[in-house]
C-alpha cells in the first residue's frame, strides 16, 4: 500500500500530475492496480525530525481512515507543507481527501470530488 522506493517517487513526480491546497501538494500517477499506492515526503526545511515524524503520523492516519473514500488504481506522494503539523485533524481530512484523484483511467480522471 505504500511507495517506498525512490524510482516509485521519480516515477509519480516525473511523469503524473500534480494538484495543491494550503495544507499539502499531491502527485499522482495511475499506476495500473487494483489498489493505490500511497507515499510521504516530509523534508528538512518542515523542522525538525519530531515535527516531520509528527506530520507522517498525521498523514499516514488521514489515509489509513479513509481507505474507502480513496479511489483505487493510483501512486500517489504527499508533499506536506509545515502548517500540516498544526491543523485541526477534520481540516486536514478535508483538504487531502478534496485533492485526491477520483478513478483512474478513462476520460475525465482526475477531476476532483466535490
Known sequence: MRLLR???????YEE???????????????NGMPRTRVGITTPK????????????RRLREVVRLNQRRIPPGWDIVL?????????????????ILHLMPRAAGGRGSEQLPK
Open 45 to 56: 526545511g518542515l523542522g525538525k525530525a519530531v515535527v516531520r515524524n509528527r506530520i507522517r
Open 79 to 95: 508533499n506536506p507543507r509545515p502548517l500540516v503539523a498544526d491543523m485541526t485533524f477534520a481540516i486536514l481530512v478535508r483538504e
Open 6 to 12: 525512490r524510482p516509485e517517487f521519480r516515477r509519480v
Open 16 to 30: 503524473g500530475r500534480r494538484r495543491s491546497a494550503h495544507a499539502c501538494t499531491i502527485f499522482y500517477l495511475s
